[in-house]
């Protein structure tokens, strides 16, 4: 059984992730700024795709601050939301118009605010 603390951890991390999506979409450069961890990295593989794309915090703030990625809504279907210590852990799914993404976002509890850390995606286009 949930303890308060794990429903008010999970409400929050998913008002959270929501939040973020929807300014990544914006292409809201310093709202993610401050959303994403120091540590942050990703890893992309796109269907058909020879190899798989990575990114550091800075490459993707780049991206978004360029137009190469956001700037599109998206549909966001959580499928799954679990706490393990400091860590949050969503799997989820999205889709725009032009592509689909499915993949894993790991957040890590900083200061009482959900940092994104890492993100392992398959995203196909559509």
Same mark, same amino acid.
């Given at each position: 059984?949930?303890?308060?603390?794990?429903?008010?951890?999970?409400?929050? /991390? $998913?008002?959270?992730? /929501?939040? /973020?999506?929807? &300014?990544?979409?914006?292409?809201?450069?310093?709202?993610?700024? $401050?959303?994403? *961890?120091?540590?942050? *990295?990703?890893?992309? =593989? @796109?269907?058909?795709?020879?190899?798989?794309?990575?990114?550091?915090?800075?490459?993707?703030?780049?991206?978004?601050?360029?137009?190469? @990625?956001?700037?599109?809504?998206?549909?966001?279907?959580?499928?799954?939301?679990?706490?393990?210590? &400091?860590?949050? @852990?969503?799997?989820?799914?999205?889709?725009?118009?032009?592509?689909?993404?499915?993949?894993?976002?790991?957040?890590?509890?900083?200061?009482? &605010? =959900?940092?994104? @850390?890492?993100?392992?995606?398959?995203?196909?286009?559509?």
């Amino acid at each position: 059984m949930e303890t308060i603390e794990e429903k008010d951890l999970k409400s929050s /991390l $998913e008002s959270d992730f /929501l939040s /973020l999506m929807g &300014q990544i979409d914006k292409q809201n450069v310093s709202y993610v700024e $401050e959303a994403l *961890h120091k540590d942050y *990295h990703d890893s992309v =593989w @796109i269907k058909g795709a020879s190899g798989v794309f990575s990114s550091t915090k800075d490459d993707y703030l780049g991206y978004l601050s360029k137009g190469k @990625i956001g700037g599109m809504d998206r549909k966001v279907e959580i499928r799954n939301l679990e706490i393990l210590d &400091q860590f949050g @852990i969503i799997r989820s799914k999205l889709e725009s118009n032009v592509m689909k993404f499915d993949g894993g976002f790991t957040f890590f509890l900083e200061n009482n &605010q =959900w940092k994104l @850390i890492k993100v392992v995606m398959v995203a196909e286009k559509k």
